[in-house]
């Protein structure tokens, strides 16, 4: 009876339009409450230890660096460098946006983020070339999900918190699939493109495009290959790029001004502040299920009816695709990972590999209407109608799913470096 | 830093609502931004303290971890303000036209309650902590005076969702998260 009350509850809730901080906080208070032997000063005791952690560090910390770099000239800059090098060939300023969105990715977390700071750039410019208005659209939504793929990313180290499964890992596993989808967007980028005029190779603007970029593009080498080295940690790398981003933009580029700046602070701190105790309250109640044997339960009564491998991958996908186009992929993440990750390691899945195709999922809600944070964002920023933008994305879902399908079919995409 | 509430033409007390919270976000703004700062900062300098002298610094960690709860739960004061709560959208247009503009004030009335409730609980946490002279991990310091942060935050939320709620030319127009 309590757990109907309880559903009807979180119903009225999201009917009356809560954040979702506040359905979790009052499902939890009333869990505390009413179905067991608990109080709900308890729930805040819980979320103090959630957040009292230095592992948490790491997530206002890249979003802030990432802000940085979009706001600055580093994204310019590594777009640029990509425009030089692959300008010439038929579709290859297409190609040339792809190459940016991945190597953005390499130091941005976040998907919006990352199709914004490239996205502002290449949309004109591919306009400007005879790109056409919906495939420029639909590239930069799908293109932007690098970001939460390509390694830093926000929804793996959150994967990370909420399963315990190593974030290092995570990061090494995400270059096999994000690269995997950059070669997809690539090839149909090349293929619907053939015929668009291109632009004579210079090897001197490729020269002036590295020298301008050189410091930008150094940025992945530190922030990766202090992670992989074990030179310092996720944590520590991500300080290590807010403070490489904050001397890059003020000192060598000089094109950050300091109400730029201000914004910046103030976008990550609202950021954290949305996403910061919502992760504190779901920590909490992730303690009480655990506590109260709730994912066993789960594990349980999911082998009754699911008798295979094959199975739970498809109903895993299906979860996590409608989650992922009705909930911020954020929150998707917080409140399904940790029920989700013990069924993946009881039907025998690697621990890493089933986080990659959570993740791979999730980034596919990032263009799924009706809740597409990048499908928003771009009718926002490229001032377009939502039904366009929507119907130009289309086609890059489609390879998203051939790149899922891949990703789920041969694990060693995954976890080949880390092997 | 400028608040950014939706620019008001209604009632004068909607008005002194309305400079109320905006002078309130102004002061978590800073709080929230030196949080912040302290994070980077305290982390980067433990980072090269290792590899300068090769040790860190005792407490940075530690000192970041506070800066970065002070930081996260005003900011969860401004996010509101902002209207930049992470919220499920796809239900709404269940909700009839005519009854959207009720429904988003009552909506209203129900967060403030809410908040209220986890503000009233917190400080119930901090007093426990207060009595107890609980003392932190690494650094021994008094935590009482960072656990704060929660009462206030909490509720600094449910004060603007009220306001929200009382003048719905107030309610800022929701932003979206990037």
Known sequence: ?419 | MVAKTAPVSTSRLAQRAKRVLDALYAVEAWGAGLGLGLVAVALFADVVGREAVGSGIFGAQRTAVYGMIVSAFLGLALATHSGRHIRVEGFDRLVPAAAQATVVRLGHVVSMVICLFLSYWSADFVLVSLEQGERGMALDILVWPIKIVLPWAFASAGVRYFVFALFPAVEPTPEKVA
């Open chain 1, 1 to 419: 009876m309590s757990g109907i009350i309880l559903t009807g509850l979180i119903l009225v809730l999201i009917f009356l339009r809560q954040p979702i901080v506040l359905i979790v906080g009052a499902a939890l208070a009333y869990v505390h409450v009413f179905m067991t032997a608990s109080r709900p000063e308890f729930l805040i005791q819980d979320m103090w230890i959630a957040v009292d952690r230095e592992v948490l560090l790491s997530i206002p910390l890249f979003v802030f660096a990432g802000l940085i770099m979009a706001r600055g000239s580093i994204a310019k800059r590594l777009t640029r460098i990509m425009t030089s090098l692959t300008g010439s060939f038929p579709g290859g300023l297409a190609v040339a946006t792809v190459l940016s969105l991945t190597a953005f990715g390499a130091i941005c977390g976040a998907s919006a983020v990352t199709m914004l700071a490239i996205g502002t750039i290449m949309y004109p410019a591919l306009l400007a070339n005879g790109y056409p208005k919906s495939f420029s659209l639909g590239l930069l939504c799908a293109g932007g999900t690098l970001g939460v793929i390509i390694p830093p990313s926000l929804l793996m180290i959150l994967y990370g918190i909420m399963t315990e499964v190593s974030i290092t890992k995570l990061f090494l596993a995400g270059w096999g699939p994000g690269l995997l989808l950059a070669g997809l967007l690539s090839i149909y980028s090349v293929l619907v493109n053939w015929r668009i005029e291109t632009k004579p190779f210079s090897g001197r603007e490729v020269a002036e495009a590295l020298k301008s970029g050189i410091w930008a593009l150094l940025m992945p080498v530190i922030l990766l290959g202090g992670i992989y080295t074990g030179w310092f940690t996720v944590t520590e790398a991500a300080a290590v790029s807010v403070v490489y981003a904050i001397v890059i933009e003020f000192l060598v580029h000089r094109e950050l001004t300091l109400r730029a700046f201000g914004d910046v602070v103030m976008e990550t701190i609202k950021l954290q502040g949305s996403l910061m105790p919502l992760l504190a309250i779901a920590i909490s109640l992730n303690n009480i299920l655990d506590l109260e044997g709730v994912p066993q339960a789960l594990v349980a009564f999911m082998k009754g009816y699911i008798d295979s491998k094959f199975s739970l991958l498809v109903v895993t996908n299906l979860v996590l695709l409608i989650a992922g186009a009705l909930m911020d992929e954020s929150s998707a993440i917080i409140v399904l990972a940790p029920l989700l990750a013990p069924l993946g390691q009881s039907y025998g899945f690697n621990d890493v590999h089933f986080g990659i195709i959570t993740i791979v999922n999730l980034q596919i809600g990032y263009v799924a209407p009706p809740v597409a944070l990048n499908l928003i964002v771009a009718m926002v920023a490229f001032k377009e109608q939502f039904g366009f933008i929507c119907r130009s994305v289309i086609p890059f879902v489609g390879i998203m799913l051939i790149g899922l399908v891949i990703t789920c079919v041969f694990p060693e995409l995954s976890l080949f470096l880390i092997k």
